[in-house]
Antibody, heavy 127, light 107 residues
Framework: QAQLVQSGAEVKKPGTSVKVSCKASGNSFFVNYVHWVRQTPGQGLEWMGR????????NYAQKFQGRVTMTGDTSINTVYMELTRLTSDDTAIYFC????????????????????WGQGTTVTVSS | DIQMTQSPSSLSASVGDRVTITCRASQNINTYLNWYQQKPGKAPKLLIYAASSLQSGVPSRFSGGGSGTDFTLTISSLQPEDFATFYCQQSYSSPWTFGQGTKVEIK
């Protein structure tokens, strides 16, 4: 069964960076994009961006532009999310999730959702 | 960015009840609307995609509807394992955005 396993919890100082990994089980798992979503008590679920590990194509939410970098290594079925210049507002659980493409009819339009999720990585930013 | 607003924020219901959660988009998103269920300490789980299509393995008591700006998630007969928080999410345009969540609690 398809599975995403993320790296362990991190505690960081303000102003530093964190890099979270997300490893897929099985071959040819990353067919399309991988999304990163974070969850904070105050902001709920927040989409950070996505990466196509095969092409390297990325799309970042404007809010994180300049602070986030998503990369991938298809040889080990792993993607990474690095967030820099951390503040206490970045304290959150970070999830990776596989992009799934659906088609309701043979010639119909595509729909997209996040169908397999990692277990989450808690990042705590504290001085 | 497209704003997603869910109502209610929380509700109390009994096993066997019919429950409906509403999600409104700030602009027309056609049927690019997904629903997720999240239990404490767990990652979200995809329930419904394209507004009304049931994800594989999800019980048929869950159903979705709507198009344009107004959407619903209905649980026809609430089961003990359904007590959780539910989120809508639009995939019409980047950035993808989520509703604030609806917590379904036991009455």
């Amino acid at each position: 069964q398809a599975q995403l396993v993320q790296s362990g919890a991190e505690v960081k100082k303000p102003g530093t960076s964190v890099k979270v990994s997300c490893k897929a089980s099985g071959n040819s798992f990353f067919v399309n994009y991988v999304h990163w979503v974070r969850q904070t008590p105050g902001q709920g679920l927040e989409w950070m961006g996505r990466i196509n590990p095969n092409s390297g194509d990325t799309n970042y939410a404007q809010k994180f532009q300049g602070r986030v970098t998503m990369t991938g290594d298809t040889s080990i079925n792993t993607v990474y999310m690095e967030l820099t210049r951390l503040t206490s507002d970045d304290t959150a659980i970070y999830f990776c999730a596989r992009d799934k493409r659906f088609r309701l009819t043979v010639a119909g339009t595509f729909y997209y959702a996040m169908d397999v999720w990692g277990q989450g990585t808690t990042v705590t930013v504290s001085s | 960015d497209i704003q997603m607003t869910q109502s209610p924020s929380s509700l109390s219901a009994s096993v066997g009840d019919r429950v409906t959660i509403t999600c409104r988009a700030s602009q027309n998103i056609n049927t690019y609307l997904n629903w997720y269920q999240q239990k404490p300490g767990k990652a979200p789980k995809l329930l419904i995609y394209a507004a009304s299509s049931l994800q594989s393995g999800v019980p048929s008591r869950f159903s979705g509807g709507g198009s344009g700006t107004d959407f619903t998630l209905t649980i026809s007969s609430l089961q003990p394992e359904d007590f959780a928080t539910f989120y809508c999410q639009q995939s019409y345009s980047s950035p993808w955005t989520f509703g604030q969540g609806t917590k379904v609690e036991i009455k």
